[in-house]
């Protein structure tokens, strides 16, 4: 299984790179990173901006790459993502930055869904989706095209085909947009971290 975690956003709203946000003294970007490696992702890709590449260092957790992004939509950004992935091998994981990682029940619960016959597999909780999305790597070969269509219609397209596995995982519905979201989750303002530096045997940790 590779990973693509998608925090290329620029949070005008929040009011600084989603990637960057700490809680806890963890950045979201170092919180998906560990959760893919912990599940034995092989490679990790986490698409962000220029000027938010320019003060993360992943020379030491070789899993990792860095890929580029100012596409103005999440589609784009899963585009850049997969260039920079390339073959993939194996089942695929697609998060955006601004969720928490969900659990690994959560991640267990979508796995078996792919072994059971779906193309794609996306968590419910309660009445609500949310995040992330596990998929056959055929299902996102409209990223590899000139104008990728968003990831929810592709995933609408597949119809049955896209297993919706209900978890008992209130962190797939979480979505970090505003300082108020942060608030009621980490019961602080926002923080941006101003280096963050990826090791691997501290994210296996």
């Known amino acids: 299984m590779d990973a693509i975690v998608l925090g290329a956003g620029q949070g005008q709203r929040i009011g600084g790179p989603k990637a960057l946000l700490e809680i806890d003294g963890l950045t979201l970007a170092e919180r998906h990173v560990q959760r893919a490696l912990l599940l034995r992702c092989r490679r990790v890709v986490l698409v962000v901006r220029p ?18 992004s100012e596409a103005p939509d999440p589609a784009g950004s899963l585009a850049v993502g997969l260039r920079a992935l390339g073959e993939a091998d194996g089942a695929l994981l697609v998060t955006p930055v601004d969720a928490f990682p969900a659990s690994q029940e959560t991640f267990t619960a979508l796995t078996a869904a792919l072994e059971a016959g779906a193309q794609a597999a996306t968590p419910l909780y309660k009445d609500g989706g949310g995040h ?61 971290a101003a280096r963050v530096v990826f090791r691997a045997a501290h994210l296996h940790g």
């Open 51 to 68: 000027e938010v590449a320019a003060v993360l260092d992943a020379s030491a957790c070789s899993p990792l790459t860095m890929a580029i």
């Open 132 to 192: 992330p999305v596990l998929c056959r790597p055929e299902v996102l070969a409209p990223y590899r095209t000139a104008s990728p269509p968003p990831l929810r219609a592709v995933l609408q397209a597949l119809g049955p085909a896209r297993a919706r596995v209900r978890v008992d995982d209130p962190a797939i519905g979480v979505d970090l947009d505003t300082p108020e979201d942060f608030r009621h989750v980490a019961n602080a303002s926002p923080r941006f």
